[in-house]
């Protein structure tokens, strides 16, 4: 599933529950300075499918206040209600549920249950129980999980249509920590894969596309950056340039060996 197709160009769209998407690049909606910073940010970074904590994020639910509606409307932008700050199942699916009446029935979600408050590290046995209820009330869940690939595919099976392991923890800017166990869920996908979480900069987003993930998932490290807007940029240019690095196929590696840059065949005498 997620090796190249020998036809497959930068342009080829992420495809997500059967809807194709301009952008492999997703970014969240919070700790921005306000919503006008989140707008100039979200539009910097190409992204059409943004994120938002329902616990934490007004979309309707306080009249009177500024809404994310206004600085983001769902005609331009794809919305992904997400349940960041729940710890159990139930409150996990209650809180989507409420995401999918703000935004009129909209059925896609990330699915986010929690194991602790230190490490923002998720409970497996509770994403898993939180996934087979929402799927079977229609919603199309993409799912924030550890970086087990026995999970992973436990959570395919499940019918969750994206599987977004972290890289390293939630807000960490750590970067990827896990290449290898990467590979692994990612050569036995068979839906899209995209890193969510512990992105700290651009190269950080370059190397989880180069390693075949079909997009990347981003917040703090857009949000906290000195210049988020350009820090933005910085994502969208690095999610493309990874991407066209993996389809391009790296040189292999070559342990204690050298070899010249120049041919070494028909040198002038």
């Known amino acids: 599933m997620n090796a190249p ?40 970074s190409g992204a059409d499918i943004v994120t ?22 769902p005609d331009e932008f794809t919305y992904l209600p997400n349940s960041a700050g729940c ?11 409420l995401g999918r009446e703000l935004l009129d029935g909209h059925p896609l979600c990330k699915l986010e249950v929690l194991g602790d408050a230190r ?11 939180a996934a087979e209820r ?31 392991p972290l890289a390293s923890l939630i807000g960490s800017g750590m970067g990827i920590l896990n290449p290898w ?16 979480a512990g992105v700290g900069t651009a190269s950080d987003a370059a190397v989880a596309m180069e ?13 906290q950056a000195r210049d988020p807007v350009r820090m933005a ?12 690095a993996f389809l391009a196929g790296r040189m292999p590696r070559k342990l204690y060996a050298a070899d010249p840059s120049s041919p070494t065949s028909g040198l002038i005498a």
Not at 238 to 244: C, F, Q
């Open 119 to 129: 490490s923002l590290f998720p409970d497996v046995r509770e994403t898993i129980r």
């Open 134 to 164: 929402l799927v079977a009330d229609g919603f199309q869940v993409m799912v924030y999980t550890s970086d087990d690939p026995i999970v992973a595919r436990e959570l395919e099976a499940l019918g969750c249509v994206a599987i977004m």
């Open 211 to 223: 390693l075949g993930c079909a997009g990347v998932l981003m917040n703090t490290a857009i949000a």
């Open 233 to 244: 940029r910085a994502m969208r240019l690095a999610v493309d340039a990874g991407r066209e």
């Open 87 to 97: 710890y159990t199942a139930d409150d996990a699916v209650r809180t989507l549920k």
């Open 5 to 44: 197709a020998q036809t497959a160009t930068l342009n080829d769209p992420l495809v997500i529950a059967g809807r194709a998407y301009r952008s492999r690049l997703l970014v969240g909606t919070g700790k921005y300075r306000d919503f006008a910073q989140t707008r100039d940010a979200v539009v910097a």
């Open 52 to 73: 938002v904590a329902i616990r934490r994020t007004n979309l309707g639910q306080q009249a009177g206040e500024p809404s994310l509606l206004d600085a983001l409307p």
């Open 181 to 196: 166990n990467l590979r692994l869920i990612l050569e036995a996908a068979q839906v899209p894969v995209l890193v969510d």
